[in-house]
Nanobody, 122 residues
Framework: QVQLVESGGGLVQAGGSLRLSCAAS????????MGWFRQAPGKEREFVAG????????KYTDSVKGRFTISRDNAKNTVYLQMNSLKPEDTAVYSC???????????????WGQGTQVTVSS
């Protein structure tokens, strides 16, 4: 089992940047596929980005391609989400997730963090 704690959220103006971090407990972080998801008020949770155990493979939802970058540091048990050129529609609670077997890096996640709020003002 793995426990996940997100940080780095906050309030930013449109066009600005934020970097989210997700720290994982345990010694087996490098065995987990990691992902970021978000949920805006009144909307369902949606996949944002996923990364393979080695970091060699990544996937993004279309709306963030070219603006967000997911990365991981297995030595630090941490996964990151660098968010650039933020838009008001990116406002949501962002959560990280871990999976032993994710389907196409987009679904099948087993463990979830509590989330961190990202608010983008226009």
């Amino acid at each position: 089992q793995v426990q996940l704690v997100e940080s780095g959220g906050g309030l930013v103006q449109a066009g600005g940047s934020l970097r989210l971090s997700c720290a994982a407990s345990g010694r087996t972080f490098s065995r987990y596929i990691m992902g970021w998801f978000r949920q805006a008020p009144g909307k369902e949770r949606e996949f944002v980005a996923g990364i393979s155990v080695s970091g060699s493979s990544t996937k993004y939802t279309d709306s963030v391609k070219g603006r967000f970058t997911i990365s991981r540091d297995n030595a630090k048990n941490t996964v990151y989400l660098q968010m650039n050129s933020l838009k008001p529609e990116d406002t949501a609670v962002y959560s990280c997730a871990a999976a032993t077997r994710a389907i196409g890096l987009t679904s099948g996640y087993d463990y979830w963090g509590q989330g961190t709020q990202v608010t983008v003002s226009s």
